[in-house]
């Protein structure tokens, strides 16, 4: 009884060093604070997935247990790519989903796009140059499809239509 009791004690002083301290409470009417939005992809071939995220594209796996890899790619941004097998959810030929990312570095996203064998440009709305950079009335833009048939894009805005310019 006393070894069952002080394995107890033991444990509640542990779970007190790695309980993180309270954090304070959103104001009256604010958001809860997030700390990454993470959409999950789901594939048939992870591990081709895996291959062109990280070693073409060059995400940071922040977690990889086999069956899920979770990346950065930027402060609060994350891509999980999911084995499709065991997943929640199973992959779909028509995604219904497309990645978009925002960056004023998009010549620099073009160029890393470029150099990748094989790489897979989206024909843009309206026409356009296949594997430019597309120019639109708010945004410029280019897109790719990954391994698993997922629409990425890269755009940014114009200064003019940059939300929060005065529009």
């Known amino acids: 009884m006393k070894t ?9 002083a542990a779970a007190l060093l790695v309980v993180p301290a309270a954090l304070p409470a959103a104001p009256p009417g ?14 048939k071939d992870l591990a081709a997935a895996r291959r062109w995220y990280v070693g073409q594209v060059g995400f940071k796996p922040l977690y990889d247990d086999g069956w899920v890899v979770i990346l950065a790619i930027g402060d609060g941004m994350q891509l ?6 065991k997943g929640l959810m199973r992959p779909v030929e028509d995604k219904g989903m497309m990645l978009s990312i925002e960056t004023d570095a ?3 996203w073009h160029r890393r796009f470029s150099a990748i064998d094989g790489v897979r440009w989206v024909k843009p709305e309206g026409g356009g140059p ?4 597309n120019d639109h009335k708010d ?7 990954d391994p698993g048939g997922y629409l990425i894009e ?14």
């Open 4 to 12: 069952r009791a002080a394995h107890g004690i033991l444990l509640a």
């Open 106 to 108: 998009l010549e620099d």
């Open 80 to 85: 999980a790519l999911v084995d499709g097998s």
């Open 30 to 43: 604010a958001l809860p604070a997030v700390n990454a939005i993470v959409p999950n992809f789901y594939y």
């Open 139 to 145: 945004i410029q833009e280019f897109r790719v499809l």
């Open 154 to 167: 890269f755009y940014r805005w114009k200064p003019e239509y940059r939300p929060g310019a005065g529009k």
């Open 130 to 133: 296949l594997g430019r950079i």
